[in-house]
């Protein structure tokens, strides 16, 4: 009796115990990354902004701050110095990193095609009647998209003035045709009442994926399931941002308070009518998805235009294990 009295006690005060020791254990740490984007906070960046606004990323185990890009930031140099885990950026930047040694590799591709175009007045019928124009081009497009435009058309680089993301000139003057993303400098142009034409120049042949997340090698081979989680994150993120745009909204007019509910919006309609996210190998693979197909041809492009060392193993600038299998579809 006094046995099973003490042995009863006993089995109430472990319980006890355990109990206590589990209010006071902290929950599971969930993994701190930083993502910088290309630019300051836009419609562009929606699918990650909407995995934090859902609490996509949480739900993962994952606590993601998202950092902004800029004119004067180097997103490439602040992942390999250890500041960021995963950056947005472009495939011609990666496989030139790459060329140069650096272990960059991108694991996922949000944009199936590249947003970058031009935007002409409404005189301008296609991309070959530019011969007698002005033509403003941002820093990395004199090295990216210029030297293959100038090409295809016959253009000289007597005709491009550089772009300082100053609308003025083109409003001033009907001469002048600018690069532009069809989501952003358009939307301005009509805030003026400006009638204006716009070409995609992935529709004419310009083949990289642009917004593609990257990381380094090292995570990779060191946190493939953290990786894993961050792509999956994003894409489901991108999904739901595309349905429902206004929980990412709100976040990025915080981090970006010059943008607009409007801006916004057009942003995410001309995604939709061009289908950025949702088409090409998108829409049979799942968003995000990549090909080899897709990264040689862009490899042979870079090589055809003096871009990119014919010796560089293109085929490490990316791994297709985190997405292959994902099939989240549109």
Request: charged content about 20%; proline content about 5%.
């Amino acid at each position: 009796m006094i046995v099973a009295k003490y042995s009863g006690a006993l089995k109430s005060l472990v319980a006890a115990s355990a109990m206590s020791l589990l209010c006071v254990l902290p929950a599971q740490a969930q993994e701190k990354l930083t993502v910088i984007t290309t630019w300051f906070a836009q419609a562009e960046h929606g699918g990650l902004y909407q995995a934090v606004a859902k609490g996509i990323y949480k739900d993962l185990g994952l606590d993601v701050t998202i950092k902004m890009g800029g004119p004067q930031v180097n997103g490439v140099q602040l992942l390999l110095a250890g500041q960021a885990d995963f950056i947005m950026n472009y495939d011609f930047a990666i496989l030139q990193g790459v060329e140069k040694g650096f272990p960059l590799v991108t694991v996922a591709a949000p944009f199936q095609f590249d947003m970058q175009g031009l935007m002409t007045h409404e005189d301008v019928p296609n991309l070959a009647s530019m011969k007698d124009k002005t033509i403003l081009v941002a820093g990395t497009g004199t090295t990216y998209w210029w030297p293959w435009f100038k090409q295809k058309y016959g253009y000289t680089d007597a005709q491009m003035r550089p772009y300082t993301f100053n609308l003025q000139p083109f409003f001033a003057d009907k001469n002048i045709v600018q690069q532009a993303f069809p989501s952003s400098e358009p939307y301005q142009a009509q805030q003026k009442g400006l009638k204006t034409n716009f070409f995609l120049l992935s529709d004419h042949g310009y083949p990289p994926y642009t917004q593609a997340i990257t990381t380094t090698r090292n995570m990779v081979e060191k946190k493939p399931d953290v990786v894993a989680k961050f792509v999956r994150g994003t894409v489901e993120g991108w999904k739901s941002f595309m349905a429902d745009p206004a929980p990412a909204s709100a976040l990025i007019k915080k981090d970006n308070p010059n943008m607009t509910d409007g801006q916004i919006a057009f942003g995410v309609q001309r995604m939709k009518e061009l289908k950025i996210v949702t088409g090409g190998d998108a829409a049979r693979l799942g968003i995000g998805v990549m090909t080899d197909e897709r990264w040689e041809k862009t490899a042979k492009f870079m090589v055809d235009a003096g871009l990119l060392k014919s010796t560089t193993d293109w085929k490490s600038a990316y791994t297709t294990q985190f997405v292959k299998d994902l099939k989240v579809l549109p």
